[in-house]
């Protein structure tokens, strides 16, 4: 069983930095993929950034391409989601996902585990 934990939400302003940490047990990073997915109320849950093939690939969702940056944390043994230029539209939970490597990275039904979410507001 893998057990994912995000940490690092909460509530910055506009323009605003925030990083999200995703860490899990074992060498989970070595053999999954990993994502950050994220949904805002009333909304489906959407592909936001991945890390996949044992760190050496990058994905981003157009909305988020050159503002946000997904990375390993070797020190800490997490994934973690680096948010620059934050928007009132990036608020939303955000969660980590890992998945067997291989096949789509942005397709969420593809990910087999999942953290339970973390927290980012934007306030205007």
């Known amino acids: 069983q893998v057990q994912l934990a995000e940490s690092g939400g909460g509530l910055v302003q506009a323009g605003g930095s925030l990083t999200l940490s995703c860490a899990a047990g074992g060498r989970i990073f070595d053999t999954y993929d990993v994502a950050w997915f994220r949904q805002s109320s009333g909304k489906e849950r959407e592909f936001v950034a991945a890390l996949t093939w044992g760190g050496t690939k990058t994905s981003y969702a157009d909305s988020v391409k050159g503002r946000f940056t997904i990375s390993r944390n070797s020190s800490k043994k997490s994934i973690d989601l680096q948010m620059n230029n934050l928007r009132p539209e990036d608020a939303a939970v955000y969660s980590c996902?890992?998945?067997?490597?291989?096949?789509?990275?942005?397709?969420?039904?593809?990910?087999?585990?999942w953290g339970k979410g973390t927290q980012v507001t934007v306030s205007s």
């Open positions: 996902a890992a998945k067997p490597k291989g096949l789509s990275e942005r397709d969420r039904r593809l990910y087999r585990y």
